[in-house]
């Protein structure tokens, strides 16, 4: 039975006492082999359609699990909704006006600065360091080597079967085999009769193996596919979300006051076979509505297939007996828009792309620590009738960004915490630009959460998004360096997202914030779903901060 959230608060705050005390002795000494193992798991284009983050329709029973010995972060925002930015981002510490990298063609070491990133601190720092899966994203943007050899100890592993990702790998009604968006598969039927994210969790479990008697702690990142398009998974997942049961998203039309700039107009779905078959009008629209539920409930079914994956993970890290002196941090790169706005991917800069889970279990922190022959994160069959709902271990409502990932792992594994980045910091190979959130774990460290005078500073979430023109055309969703022309910047605070869309210079790397194109503002209360854009109404200006108004 899972403990109740009075559990976790209470074990939280018997443990405080002696866990601050014994962080500040790690902190101290290089004790390296007393360290926190770190699991580090990064899942590919996953919203918070979750149940620990409410989600009442979504089956994702052993993330719940975790996230109830964890503490949550609620509002936890990308720098920028497409993968290999927003990696390259969050993996250094940088945003993506310092790492330069909007699109996918560059590498920041020899394009923007040799920047350090997380794994090759731990490295640095005495940890054996190891990438499964999608961690960096593959090409240019980590030099075709997941950034080996600096950021990981031994060659990072790809899944075999991960070439046939985007291959005709999915049976259509003809019996044909077909390159679809939609694609459950019968695994036995498939190239190799595995697919990547099950091989990922087979190579991790084997490599927690390996690790169990190490005399050095290990980071282990292990990056998951799903439910990254296309939606190849095992069939039955599909059992778990009757397509009668499926919901539209609640505001499926293209809002009217919305810029067009704002608008991506989703062209990587359209080139998928059974999507082409739609003859969708470019750039708007719409998708029939039986099709729009299909889309919905392949993405679902892939998000408790990786839910059953990490399931087998934790649960190994349990019999290994690691998960007393491991701790997990768990995220994803950034959202995908299931039809909101009447939009279908990432590419923009709504929270529903910037959006994402972010929860840390810290041993003994965020938990008591597991008692000998208790299992902290046995394996749950999402098909299994839901037994209780589980509440996560801890909340935090503040807005934090990934890029502040960097410090706040190097802070809960006890090491110096990279000093704040110079401006410009192109230089400086080890700095960071996100904040320490060790404060939300109750550390005494308050300096973080105020400005120069002491003042409590308004938290506020930046996210980015490149567009090559002030219209929706082919390559509004991933345009090249070279085409970008505008940026839109947005922030997001408690209460509202703001966002405006300036003129860009590719070559200077300049934002010209007096070339506005166009805005946004939604406040997050009346306008939870961004529809709404009143900007043009609230010209003044006079709730943004000062360094804000043009
Ligand atoms: C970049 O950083 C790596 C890792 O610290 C180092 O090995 C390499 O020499 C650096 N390259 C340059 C050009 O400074
Ligand atoms: C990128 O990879 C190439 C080919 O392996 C290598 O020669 C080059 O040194 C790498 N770049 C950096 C900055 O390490
Ligand atoms: C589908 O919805 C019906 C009616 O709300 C409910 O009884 C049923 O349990 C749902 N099925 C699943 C698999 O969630
Ligand atoms: C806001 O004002 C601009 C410039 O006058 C106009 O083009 C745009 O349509 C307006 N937007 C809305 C939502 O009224
Ligand atoms: C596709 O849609 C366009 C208009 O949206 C129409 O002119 C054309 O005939 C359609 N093609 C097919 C094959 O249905
Ligand atoms: C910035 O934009 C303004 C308004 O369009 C323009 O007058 C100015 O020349 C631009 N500045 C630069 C450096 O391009």
Not at 58 to 64: A, C, E, K
Not at 208 to 235: N, Q
Not at 440 to 448: I, V, Y
Request: proline share 9%.
């Amino acid at each position: 039975m899972p403990p109740s959230p009075g559990w976790n608060l209470l074990g939280l705050s018997l443990v405080l006492a002696t866990f601050c005390g014994a962080l500040e002795t790690a902190a101290q000494g290089n004790a390296v082999t007393d360290a926190l193992n770190i699991l580090f798991i990064v899942v590919d284009d996953l919203r918070p359609t979750l149940g620990c983050y409410g989600d009442k329709l979504v089956r994702s029973p052993n993330i719940d699990q975790l996230a109830s010995h964890s503490l949550l972060f609620q509002n936890a925002f990308a720098q920028q909704a497409v993968c290999a930015p927003s990696r390259v981002s969050f993996l250094t510490g940088r945003r993506p006006d310092t790492t330069r990298l909007y699109d996918f063609n560059s590498y920041w070491r020899v394009h923007a600065g040799n920047f350090s990133t997380i794994p090759q601190f731990f490295k640095e720092n005495g940890y054996v360091t190891m990438s499964v899966g999608k961690v960096f994203h593959p090409g240019i943007s980590s030099n075709h080597s997941d950034d080996s050899p600096y950021s990981w100890s031994i060659p990072p592993y790809h899944p075999s079967s991960e070439k046939y990702e985007n291959a005709k790998t999915c049976r259509g009604k003809d019996g044909e085999l077909h390159a679809n968006l939609l694609c459950p598969v019968d695994v036995a039927d498939v190239p190799e009769g595995t697919l990547p994210d099950k091989q990922s969790t087979e190579q991790a479990i084997q490599l927690l193996e390996k690790m169990k008697t190490s005399a050095r702690p290990f980071f282990l990142a292990v990056g998951y596919h799903k439910p990254h398009i296309p939606f190849r998974y095992p069939k039955e997942f599909q059992k778990l979300y009757p397509l009668e049961n499926i919901s539209l998203a609640p505001d499926p039309q293209v809002p009217t006051g919305l810029p067009p700039v704002a608008y991506n107009p989703w062209m990587d779905i359209r080139q998928r076979e059974d999507v082409q078959a739609l003859n969708i009008s470019i750039p708007y629209g719409p998708i029939p509505v039986d099709f729009q539920r299909k889309i919905r409930q392949s993405y679902f079914a892939s998000v408790s297939y990786v839910d059953t994956q990490v399931g087998r993970l934790l649960s190994a890290l349990d019999s290994l007996q690691l998960a007393s002196r491991t701790m997990v941090a768990f995220t994803s790169d950034h959202g995908w828009s299931l039809g909101e706005h009447g939009e279908w991917a990432k590419y923009s800069n709504f929270d529903v792309t910037t959006r994402v889970p972010l929860m840390f279990y810290v041993p003994g922190r965020t938990a008591l620590l597991p008692q000998a022959g208790v299992k902290m994160f046995p394996y749950i069959d999402p098909f299994d009738s839901i037994s209780e709902l589980m509440e996560p271990g801890g909340q935090a409502e503040e807005l934090v960004e990934l890029v502040s990932l960097f410090p706040t792992l190097a802070g809960l594994a006890g090491l110096p915490v990279p000093p704040r980045c110079p401006i410009p910091s192109f230089h400086v190979e080890l700095c960071r630009e996100g904040q320490n959130l060790l404060k939300h774990f109750q550390f005494h460290d308050s300096k973080e959460n105020s400005d120069l005078h002491g003042n409590p500073r308004e938290s506020i979430a930046y996210s980015q998004y490149p567009r090559p023109a002030d219209s929706p055309q082919w390559d509004s969703d991933k345009p090249s360096l070279k085409d970008i022309k505008i940026m839109g910047y947005s922030i997001r605070t408690i209460d509202y997202r703001y966002t405006v869309w300036v003129g860009f210079n590719p070559e200077e790397f300049l934002a010209n914030f007096s070339d506005i194109h166009a805005g946004e503002l939604y406040f997050v209360d009346s306008d939870p779903l961004q529809d709404h854009n009143v900007y043009n109404d609230s010209q003044g200006g006079e709730f943004l901060p000062a360094w804000l108004l043009p």
